[in-house]
């Protein structure tokens, strides 16, 4: 696709609730914007289903929605039906899916993750470290060159038989360098470990194809591209051949074989509803449905082919009109090695984040010490939006209107 003619028109921009049509929401891959069917479906859950239906819509119509929701979600990442669940958070997923593959270890002590991974990940890998008595090494993979030849090489350094699991997050949130899942989930392999990716930064923005690579299992959002809603469930993806050699280290009733016998023993269920725990979050996963029908709708090749057009224009501009004034851009300008977002580094990034706020009704994301984020969501962002943030970038530095806020960051970033 042409930089000049990418994403004129976005063909699901309609689909959305777009309340003030001057605001370039570039946030996308932090909260989704709310999808009209949401609004309207969350409207009948609660004055239908839960007014009126009450206990009964357990059985009518809430009981099959994680798994039902699980599985389109298994289609937006090359997962076959009955690999995925839509439970819990993300960081409690990934708790659960590194738990249960690393009680598979055996004499293997080292869990291999990326150092400038997510905070919530590496959080909870430490965790299991100090559990488990074993190590945690962090990799620092040069993600930022976009370069896989010297990310793999870095990898390659300390993949071998100590290795006991390697997690890393597809799309790095910071940077948005994407990992080549194939071959990393072959490295991986080759050294006798499991992989466990996170997909939260591509999943409904980035084709994927777990079952291609054999990943081992994924965890990921589904309040950033997928739209679900603030705080809604995440996903947990498990590749059929571990499903049922894997426990769930919280074994709640939920992913009991027979919930509703009320047995006093565990026995997990045998399917992907062993990593349910307790009773689910009704609305906010009623929420995740509306959004992920309308990425199965869209398609993800066709949404990828049309994001990459918008984030070639913001490349586009970046060369032509920011880095002359000092902006550094991050992001890969490969698509086989970038997600959907463009990271740009500048000194004053937090006072220019605030700026394009407050004074350009831009809305990027600031991320320490010096990175602002512009997410790129294809099923609503305009060509124009990406205009409007390089205007304001151009704008914010070049007349100095950023020196007006303070220099230290506070509050959601
Ligand atoms: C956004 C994000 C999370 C968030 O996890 P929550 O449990 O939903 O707060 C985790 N990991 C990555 C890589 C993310 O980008």
């Known amino acids: 696709m042409n930089a000049h003619t990418a994403g004129e028109n976005a063909p699901f921009r309609d689909r959305f609730v777009i309340d003030n049509p001057r605001l370039a929401y570039l946030d996308g891959n932090s909260l989704g914007r709310l999808p009209r069917a949401t609004a309207e479906r969350m409207a009948r859950v609660v ?40 439970c819990d958070s993300t960081s409690i997923n990934l708790y659960k899916a590194a738990w249960a593959l690393l009680q598979h270890r055996g004499t293997r002590w080292r869990i291999v993750t990326d150092a400038t991974n997510f905070p919530t990940d590496l959080y909870v890998l430490e965790s299991l470290r ?30 071998d038989a100590s290795t006991a699991l390697v997690c890393l997050s597809h799309v790095n949130y910071k940077t948005g360098y994407a990992f080549d899942l194939d071959t ?9 470990a499991p992989i466990l990716w996170d997909l939260s930064h591509s999943v409904g923005a ?23 809603g603030p705080g809604a469930p ?12 894997l426990r769930n280290p919280i074994p709640g009733w ?15 269920h045998a399917g992907i509803e062993r990593f349910a725990v307790g009773t689910p979050p009704i609305l906010s996963l009623a929420a995740v449905e509306c959004g992920v029908d309308l990425t199965c709708e869209a398609g993800v090749s066709e949404l990828r082919q049309r994001g990459w057009g918008l984030m070639q224009r913001f490349f586009q501009g970046y060369d032509e009109r920011l880095r002359p004034l000092g902006f550094e851009l991050v992001t890969p300008r490969e698509c086989e090695a970038a997600g959907s977002h463009v990271s740009l580094r500048h000194p004053a990034a937090w006072q220019i984040t605030q700026d394009l706020i407050q004074g350009y009704q831009v809305v990027p994301d600031y991320r320490r010490p010096d990175i602002i984020r512009f997410g790129i969501t294809p099923l609503y962002t305009l060509a124009s939006e990406i205009e409007q943030a ?24």
């Open 130 to 159: 100090q559990q488990l008595g074993a190590d945690l090494q962090l990799v620092p993979v040069p993600l930022d060159q976009g370069n896989h030849a010297a990310v793999h090489a870095a990898l390659s350094a300390v993949l």
């Open 390 to 413: 390089i205007g304001g970038l151009e704008s914010s530095v070049s007349l100095g209107t950023y020196r007006s806020y303070p220099e230290q960051p506070r509050g959601v970033t």
């Open 234 to 245: 995440a996903f947990i993806s498990i590749r059929q051949a571990w499903l049922e050699k």
């Open 47 to 86: 004055a239908e289903e839960w007014g009126q239906g009450l206990i009964g819509s357990w059985n009518q119509a809430w009981l099959p929605l994680a798994r039902r929701i699980g599985d389109k979600i298994g289609q937006l990442i090359g997962a076959a039906p009955g690999e995925t669940l839509v």
């Open 206 to 228: 980035v084709p994927l194809d777990l079952t291609r690579a054999a990943a081992d299992a994924a965890v990921g959002c589904t309040y950033k591209y997928l739209n679900g």
């Open 184 to 192: 990393v989930t072959r490295m991986a392999h080759e050294a006798g």
């Open 254 to 268: 939920f992913g009991a074989a027979r919930p509703f016998d009320f047995g006093p023993d565990y026995e997990p």
